[in-house]
């Protein structure tokens, strides 16, 4: 099985600056790793697939790069609205997995 | 526009079993799979596994094989997903979520499916 860790726990940052967030891989998933946003209360919402392809709607703010074992997601000058739970997703190899999510909040 | 909606919330016994169901509507059904994935309290997204919405093929995380069953019936482009044998740590929000090419863009408003004595 695929163990996807998340690094780190948590972010501080402020609004308007950058977050960058990182995924790695037990083994190569290739370019299928996925990013969500969770928000309390809420059902996740996908912002990235394929690493790189951001999903319809989603701000051009989130960008995602890597591939094989390494993986980030940055969110350029943060708004108010980003501050929640982000977690990656391999889809390369079943059975699938998450990681343990990093939560952005509010320097 | 795509929706998934889910039933609503269950109380269970240790012991019992619980079906969460997940009505599909908005696209083809037999044209996606249902995956599933759940989250108990305070923590994160755990993956349970996958069922294919044209044949029924699924695919289950190792730590519920033999206590998970996934199921469709395409006549109402709805999914189930049942689970036995609950113990405490089972309590959590079930998820569904369609599946394409592997991610999920569109997913349930959530099951909480509680266990206690």
């Known amino acids: 099985e695929i163990v996807m860790t998340q690094s780190p726990a948590t972010l501080s940052v402020s609004p308007g600056e950058r977050a960058t967030l990182s995924c790695r891989a037990s083994q190569s998933v290739s370019s299928n790793l996925a990013w969500y946003q969770q928000k309390p209360g809420q059902a996740p919402r996908l912002l990235i697939y394929g690493a790189s392809t951001r999903a319809t709607g989603i701000p051009a703010r989130f960008s995602g790069s890597g591939s094989g074992t390494e993986f980030t997601l940055t969110i350029s000058s943060l708004q108010s609205e980003d501050f929640a739970v982000y977690y990656c997703q391999q889809y390369n190899n079943w059975p699938y997995a998450f990681g343990q999510g990093t939560k952005l909040e509010i320097k | 526009q795509v929706q998934l909606v889910q039933s609503g919330a269950e109380v269970k016994k240790p012991g019992a079993s619980v079906k969460v169901s997940c009505k599909a509507s908005g696209y083809t059904f037999t044209s996606h799979g249902i995956s599933w994935a759940r989250q108990a309290p305070g923590q994160g997204l755990e993956w349970m596994g996958w069922?294919?919405?044209?044949?029924?093929?699924?695919k289950y995380a190792q730590k519920l094989q033999g206590r998970v069953t996934m199921t469709t019936d395409t006549s109402t482009s709805t999914a189930y997903m049942e689970l036995r044998s609950l113990r405490s740590d089972d309590t959590a929000v079930y998820y569904c979520?369609?599946?394409?090419?592997?991610?999920?863009?569109?997913w349930g408003q959530g099951t909480l499916v509680t266990v206690s004595s």
């Open positions: 069922i294919s919405g044209y044949n029924g093929n699924t």
């Open positions: 979520a369609r599946e394409v090419g592997g991610y999920e863009p569109n």
